[in-house]
């Protein structure tokens, strides 16, 4: 069973940065995953935050945060990392990461919590 795990939430102030770190274990072939976060806020469906292609060459982001965050992974490592950037208020959300086109598998998450 694959298994993800987010590391790297917490809380910062409005226009700080976080990095945030998925490791994947029993995995086969890590690169043959594309790699994706997403995030939930209480109440409200989960979002799509961004993803990346198998080799790193070619990534998505949800329009509202291109420029802001960067996703990018480590083959070798079997990690995906989300760079977060100028964060709002309205990025406060549990992000996970994702693994598989088909949304295959998803970690417990992490909460990022944007406030003064």
């Known amino acids: 069973q694959v298994q993800l795990v987010e590391s790297g939430g917490g809380l910062v102030q409005p226009g700080g940065s976080l990095n945030l770190t998925c490791t994947a274990s029993?995995?086969?072939?890590?690169?043959?995953?594309?790699m994706a976060w997403f995030r939930q806020v209480p109440g409200e469906e989960r979002d799509f935050v961004a993803n990346?292609?198998?080799?790193?060459?070619?990534?998505n982001y949800k329009d509202s945060l291109r420029g802001r965050f960067t996703i990018s992974r480590d083959n070798s490592k079997n990690t995906v990392t989300l760079q977060m950037t100028g964060l709002k208020p309205e990025d406060t959300a549990v992000y996970y990461c994702?693994?598989?086109?088909?949304?295959?598998?998803w970690g417990q998450g992490t909460q990022v919590t944007v406030s003064s």
């Open positions: 994702t693994a598989g086109l088909n949304i295959d598998y």
């Open positions: 029993s995995i086969d072939r890590f690169d043959r995953y594309i």
């Open positions: 990346i292609d198998l080799f790193g060459i070619s990534s």
